[in-house]
Nanobody, 127 residues
Framework: QVQLVESGGGLVQAGGSLRLSCAAS????????MGWFRQAPGKEREFVAA????????YYADAAKGRFTISIDNAKNTVYLQMNSLKPDDTADYYC????????????????????WGQGTLVTVSS
């Protein structure tokens, strides 16, 4: 069974940090790119960050630049999102996604279909 499983969400105060993990299993992912997305209550799902399987290419949404870092551990088939300097506006369900083309991950905000989604993990940032 192909699946992406997120973990690491929780409640954190503004200014704090969290690290999210996404474990991929059920197939070979070495020709896939991985990404993180979020959906706040009442809002559309939006792109946060993406990384190629090699780790050599990364993309970030403007809201994530300078605060969030995406990384990958190929041996563990796991993608991470390190989130620092968290703000209440970062409160959302965070989802992991995968597709063969990294560019598709960056276009999720525009309704782009991608191949795989995880179930999400909730991040709540209190003020």
């Amino acid at each position: 069974q192909v699946q992406l499983v997120e973990s690491g969400g929780g409640l954190v105060q503004a200014g704090g940090s969290l690290r999210l993990s996404c474990a991929a299993s059920g197939r070979t992912f070495n020709n896939y790119a991985m990404g993180w997305f979020r959906q706040a209550p009442g809002k559309e799902r939006e792109f946060v960050a993406a990384i190629s399987w090699s780790g050599g290419t990364t993309y970030y949404a403007d809201a994530a630049k300078g605060r969030f870092t995406i990384s990958i551990d190929n041996a563990k088939n796991t993608v991470y999102l390190q989130m620092n300097s968290l703000k209440p506006d970062d409160t959302a369900d965070y989802y992991c996604g995968a597709d063969r083309l990294i560019e598709r991950l960056t276009l999720v905000d525009r309704g782009q279909y991608i191949e795989l989604w995880g179930q999400g993990t909730l991040v709540t940032v209190s003020s």
